[in-house]
């Protein structure tokens, strides 16, 4: 992961969060800055003198880089992912697609979920993908994947309607400020299958089951978000009657 990268200290292109296109996202670079973190704390446990060092350089470095490299200042949201044409730096494309996958923003600890670049893109996500009449988040715009021929929208994700609610849930103040996040989870529930097995995603407009089911992914997602929910809750209870 250090060197990994471009001069500009961006990492180099990859594969993004769908395992669809190669480029250098924002969802990719924040989980690299994650791993940094990690990586850092690691070398400190087991007593290495050069790893936390090394870690800390390179994070501090790429965090730049991000804010610099994958944040539009025009529309005042990350980007979903930039390229270099023939590996060269000043021949930047940009790609503005509006991707549920930009969570891993404050996800992976490169911003809080508070922050006001953090809270547009959300913000915005929110925005674009949400579908009109069934509800739940679709993964990117113009998403044709399991999509009905002559449909306007892309199908809702389990997971990433999930992510949604993480932000709600990771910027939580207040108690009364999780209602959104439980909305989220609650649909995602109402989503799955009598049994409770949870899909990839459901149709637009009857809300059928599509793609696989069981999706371990959805489960594993819902599972956490749930468990982040009650902690959160907790924990804004226990200030509130302090």
């Not at 949201?77 to 021949?91: D, Q």
Request: net charge neutral; with cysteine; aromatic share 10%.
């Amino acid at each position: 992961m250090n060197e990994y990268k471009y001069p500009n200290d961006v990492p180099v292109e990859s594969y993004d969060l769908w395992e669809e296109r190669r480029g250098i996202f924002t969802f990719t670079a924040s989980a690299v800055y994650r791993e940094l973190l990690s990586g850092e704390k690691l070398g400190r446990l087991v007593g290495d003198e050069k790893l936390p060092h090394l870690c800390r350089l390179r994070y501090s470095k790429l965090k730049k880089a991000v804010l610099r490299e994958l944040y539009d200042s025009e529309r005042g949201v990350f980007l979903r992912g930039i390229s270099y044409t023939n590996h060269n730096i000043k021949n930047k494309n940009i790609d503005r697609t509006v991707d549920s996958s930009l969570y891993g923003i404050f996800e992976f600890n490169l911003l809080p979920a508070n922050e006001p670049r953090v809270v547009r893109t959300m913000r915005n996500l929110e925005e674009k993908l949400w579908v009109p009449g069934k509800g739940g988040l679709g993964r990117y715009e113009n998403d044709l994947y399991h999509r009905q021929e002559g449909r306007l929208n892309s199908n809702p994700w389990l997971i990433c309607t999930l992510l949604l609610a993480k932000w709600y849930i990771a910027r939580a103040k207040e108690i009364k400020d999780l209602e959104k996040a439980l909305e989220l989870i609650n649909w995602v529930a109402d989503s799955s299958l009598e049994t409770g097995i949870m899909p990839e995603q459901v149709d637009s407009l009857t809300g059928e089951s599509l793609s696989v089911a069981p999706l371990t992914w959805s489960h594993a997602e819902f599972v956490d978000t749930v468990i982040r929910y009650q902690k959160k809750k907790t924990q804004l209870r226990v200030k509130e009657e302090s």
